[in-house]
Structures are given as C-alpha cells and as structure tokens.
C-alpha cells in the first residue's frame, strides 16, 4: 500500500499542475484572453494565436524554452534574426509598391510616422531604461513586430525581447481599434471627405528599378539595415520580375505561414511568469502604446499639413498608415474615410505611407544600431 502511495505521489508531484504558481495561471489567463482575441473577434489571428499559445506552453512547461526543448531551437531563429528577415522577406513578395512610387510624397508621411519611436525613447530613458534597452522598446511605435525583434536582438536585450515583441505584436493587431479615435480626433469631417485624384499609372522599368535603387541607397547608408531591407525588395523584385513566379508564391505563401507558425510560438514562448510579469513589462506596455499612438498622430498632423499645401488634394487620414503595420493600417484609413463617405477610395493612396512605414522603420533600427555601434 505505501509503495502505490509513493508511486501515485511522485506521479502527482511531476505533473504540471502540482508546480503551477500564481504567475503561470496569470499568464495561462492573458493566453487564453489572446486565444478569444484571435479567433472569436479575428484580431490578427495569423499573429495572435501562434503567439498566445507559445505562451501557453511556456508557463505549462517552462523546459520547452530552455536548452534542449522545442521551442527554444525556434527562438534560436530569432536570436540569430533569421525569421525577421524571412518575414520582410514575405512581406516584399506580397506588397505592390506602386502606390509609394506614384507618389513619392508618401515618403514624407511614412517618415512623419516615425516620430513616435523617437519619442518612445525619449519616455524610455526618463524611466530608466538604459540607452540601448529605450531604443529596443521605442520600436514599436513602428507597429512592425518583425523588426522590434530584429532591434532588440541586434542590441542584445534578451531579457526584454518577450514584452518588446507580445506589446508590438498586440498593438499591431488592435490596429483597428487604436487608431480610429486619434484619426478622428486630429481631423475635421471636410478634412476626411477629401477625394484624391486617381493614381497615375506605374511602368513596369520603375517597378523594377525601385527596390534595386532603395536597395542600394539605404544599404548604402545604413548598411546595418540590410538583412531587413535587402530580404523585402528582395521579395518585391521577385513579385514585379515576373520571371520567377515559383520563388514570389512560395515566399509569400508556403514559406511565409512556416515562418509565421515558428516566429509566434517562439515569441509567446518567452513569455514565462518570471520574464513577463514585472514592472519593466507595464513600462514597455505604456511606452509602446504611446509611441503608437504618438507615430499616428504625427502622420495625421502632416497629412492635414498637406492637406492644406495643396489645397485640399491630399486626404490627412492617409497620414495615419505611416506605421509600418501592412496593410492593416491602410485598411482603417479607407474604414475611416468610408464612414463619412462611402464613395471615397483611400486604400491605394494609403498604401503609399504604409510601404514607406516599413522602410522607414526599418532605417529607424538602422540608425540606432549604427548609435551604439552594432
């Protein structure tokens, strides 16, 4: 009898339930929270369930993450920025950049929607973060998941890197909701009723002249940029060749999911209780959601800026898809223009900030990299 005892005891003792504490229910609760985001109201789910079920397991089984489990050769991927520059990769072979080509003053508002990861950084050294660690997290005022991992590897900010990236990935999948209200609030209802002329026609030569001329002047200057940048006009120089049709499928489709399915779980696997539920986790949840909401707002302003230069010819909502958020923050300018006139058409002029939004926040992880010497 004593030796089934002991046998049922130890059998008890090695199950995950017997070693759960407070903050792995915690964490298995905001897993679950994300698990209904992701399929009962379809936020992002390509994102969000991947993600919040790496961090399900995590805090089920916490050796999954460590040196010999599952989960940690995948963020093995990550720390050596492989899936990152896969995902820009992805991400070219998807993206028409016709819209920023027609028009090169997109350039302007995909840029004006940076000044939010600047002054993310600013907030993240008054609250004492170090020089590196502010920059790693004032990154994802760019809403651009992919590349706040990139940054905060690049700048070996590991303890940071699960937070940095759940806060990015979650703002960019709450797009729709963050966004609307600060659009609606820097605009008046004659501002968001303006029509934009029909984009001209792009040339086949300038399509496929763009991404080896960014690719020469960004890498040029930024050289650090270039596993990012190269990997995207890499992908869209597949996609507007039309020469290798095979290579522009499978890395927007096939090779995209498996990297997606790797990336995510990985990402929600660093979210353990111990490395997630702690001061410096609420900081980089606020900061992010300033920046966000800072780097909307600026393209916004600059919009209503043009807006007035040109005499009304260009629409401030398409301000906002400066953030790098593709091509979900182009689909809420079109929404929000929509509700005032549903004859009016913004998705193709939005598309133009929100393709110079990747760039530019690319070229933002670029610059503080060459700051800190990486």
Not at 55 to 65: A, D, G, R
Not at 283 to 311: Q, R, S, W, Y
């Amino acid at each position: 009898m004593e030796y089934i005892t002991e046998t049922l005891s130890n059998l008890v003792g090695q199950t995950a339930f017997a070693n759960l504490t407070g903050g792995n229910l915690i964490m298995i609760g905001v897993a679950c929270f994300f698990m209904y985001l992701a399929i009962g109201r379809k936020y992002e789910p390509l994102l969000l369930l991947p993600i919040s079920f790496g961090m399900l397991l995590v805090n089920i089984y916490p050796p999954i993450m460590e040196d010999g489990g599952l989960l940690h050769y995948f963020f093995m991927l990550d720390e050596w920025t492989i899936l990152p520059s896969l995902i820009f990769l992805g991400v070219g072979a998807l993206t028409d950049f016709g819209p920023l080509i027609a028009n090169p003053k997109s350039f302007l508002l995909g840029a004006a929607a940076q000044f939010g990861i600047f002054a993310a950084y600013i907030g993240a050294m008054l609250l004492g973060f170090s020089d590196a660690a502010a920059a790693a997290v004032s990154i994802i005022g760019g809403a651009d998941g992919p590349t706040s991992i990139f940054l905060a590897m690049k700048l070996h900010q590991n303890d940071l890197m699960g937070p940095i990236a759940v806060a990015a990935y979650s703002y960019m999948a709450l797009v729709p909701i963050i966004q609307p209200p600060i659009m609606k609030l820097l605009t008046t209802k004659e501002e968001r009723l303006v029509k934009m002329e029909q984009l001209r026609e792009v040339s086949k030569l300038e399509r496929l002249l763009f991404p080896i001329i960014v690719t020469i002047v960004v890498c040029g200057l930024l050289p650090t940029t270039t596993p990012l940048v190269g990997m995207l006009m890499l992908g869209n120089l597949f996609r507007e060749s039309g020469v290798v049709r095979q290579l522009q499928e499978t890395a927007s489709n096939a090779m995209m999911y498996i990297v997606v399915i790797l990336l995510g779980t990985s990402v929600g696997a660093t979210t353990s209780a111990e490395a997630f539920l702690n001061w410096n986790t609420i900081k980089i949840v606020i900061l992010g959601l300033m920046a966000f909401a800072f780097g909307t707002a600026a393209g916004v302003v600059l919009g209503k800026i043009m807006c007035k230069v040109t005499h009304g010819k260009i629409n401030p909502l398409i301000g906002a898809a400066g953030v790098s958020a593709v091509p979900m923050s182009a689909r809420v300018a079109q929404k929000v223009g929509a509700e005032e006139d549903p004859t009016n058409f913004l998705l193709m002029h939005a598309m133009g900030p929100n393709v110079a939004g990747v760039i530019g926040t690319a070229v933002a992880a670029g610059t503080f990299m060459a700051i800190f010497g990486v």
